[in-house]
């Protein structure tokens, strides 16, 4: 079956996927349990987790199913899973800012692993942030607001890789003190989208079901 795909730019939208912002992996050549165990490695400052299984459910059901196993959706971790094109996704629910770490080995083993992260609501604030990893290696990330905030200066990663998605932002004008946050968080996200051939469904992530599981302390 062939999956209808909305690339990534919706992504830029108010709370696209839920309030607090979005984060989403996605990974080629890895399946969604995969994907799923190698997360579930990388959550920091916790005891060790295991990943259960809670059946089909909308982001909102997720949710909900959240808020009454752990009182609050903050205090857990949920991922709803599918697949786009040749890209697994995994998209976070709950108390992910701060918990899910580095994907340097989530991309081991030749897998590609792409991170598109946005602390909407952090009050600081935290700009969206764009990483791509191959075979444990960062090829290219950046602040997708193009400013100098946060420690990032333009593309890092690989030279060949950060240098060619650096000429495409330059060539889109950016980055542009005088543009919309927004507009520049859209246009960026749109020029990393064709850039690695990244896709997401958007109708399936925002109204539709998707396998969903808990991490859950071991």
């Not at 990974?27 to 994907?35: I, M, N, T, V, W």
């Not at 808020?67 to 094109?85: E, K, N, P, V, W």
């Not at 946005?118 to 990330?141: C, I, M, T, W």
């Amino acid at each position: 079956m062939v999956v209808m795909t909305d690339g990534i730019a919706w992504l830029a939208a108010p709370q696209s996927i839920a309030f607090g912002g979005y984060h989403v992996v996605l990974a080629r050549g890895l399946s969604p349990e995969e994907l799923t165990e190698r997360l579930t490695a990388t959550l920091l400052y916790k005891a060790d987790h295991v990943v259960v299984a809670v059946g089909e459910h909308t982001g909102n059901s997720l949710l909900e199913l959240m808020d009454d196993t752990y009182g609050d959706s903050f205090d857990g971790i949920g991922l709803r899973l599918g697949h786009a094109d040749d890209w697994t996704y995994a998209v976070a629910y709950g108390g992910w800012p701060g918990e899910l770490g580095p994907l340097a080995q989530v991309s081991r083993d030749g897998a590609h692993v792409c991170l598109l992260k946005y602390e909407e609501e952090n009050g600081k604030p935290v700009p969206p942030q764009f990483e791509y990893f191959h075979d444990g290696r960062l090829l290219s990330a950046c602040n997708l607001h193009l400013d100098a905030s946060w420690g990032y200066q333009g593309v890092d990663g690989e030279p060949g890789t950060a240098a060619r998605l650096q000429q495409l932002l330059t060539a889109a004008g950016l980055p542009d003190p005088e543009r919309d946050e927004r507009e520049v968080h859209r246009t960026s996200l749109g020029i990393v989208e064709k850039f690695f051939g990244l896709s997401l469904p958007k109708d399936r992530i925002v109204s539709g079901t998707l396998p969903a599981v808990l991490l859950e302390p071991a």
